[in-house]
Nanobody, 125 residues
Framework: EVQLVESGGGLVQAGGSLRLTCAAS????????MAWVRQAPGEELELVSA????????FYADFVEGRFSISRDNDKKTLYLELNSLKPEDTAMYYC??????????????????RGQGTQVTVSS
């Protein structure tokens, strides 16, 4: 059974930083691209960042503007997202998600299925 457990969220002031962590189990982590998505109340789910299974290819949404950094440790089966220069509009529940298929590249949001329970990021102004 695929399990994704996020942690690291919290309440920070604008301009602050957080490091999100996703511990994965129940599948061969190194074979799948992974991503972070987020959802604010009343808003649609949006893709924040994705990383290929080997880590060589990364995608960032336009709104990231160089503030976030995605990484992974395949030996530890862990996915990370460094959040810097946080803005109030970054407030959302952040989820770790796994791509459906073990393919190269990062794919589109529609190709990601399993999600964890999420970790809340709240940025105060």
């Amino acid at each position: 059974e695929v399990q994704l457990v996020e942690s690291g969220g919290g309440l920070v002031q604008a301009g602050g930083s957080l490091r999100l962590t996703c511990a994965a189990s129940g599948f061969t982590f190194s074979l799948y691209a992974m991503a972070w998505v987020r959802q604010a109340p009343g808003e649609e789910l949006e893709l924040v960042s994705a990383i290929s299974r080997g880590g060589s290819e990364k995608f960032y949404a336009d709104f990231v503007e160089g503030r976030f950094s995605i990484s992974r440790d395949n030996d530890k089966k862990t996915l990370y997202l460094e959040l810097n220069s946080l803005k109030p509009e970054d407030t959302a529940m952040y989820y770790c998600t796994k791509r459906q298929y073990g393919r190269t590249g990062v794919g589109a949001l529609s190709e990601y299925d399993n999600r964890g329970q999420g970790t809340q990021v709240t940025v105060s102004s």
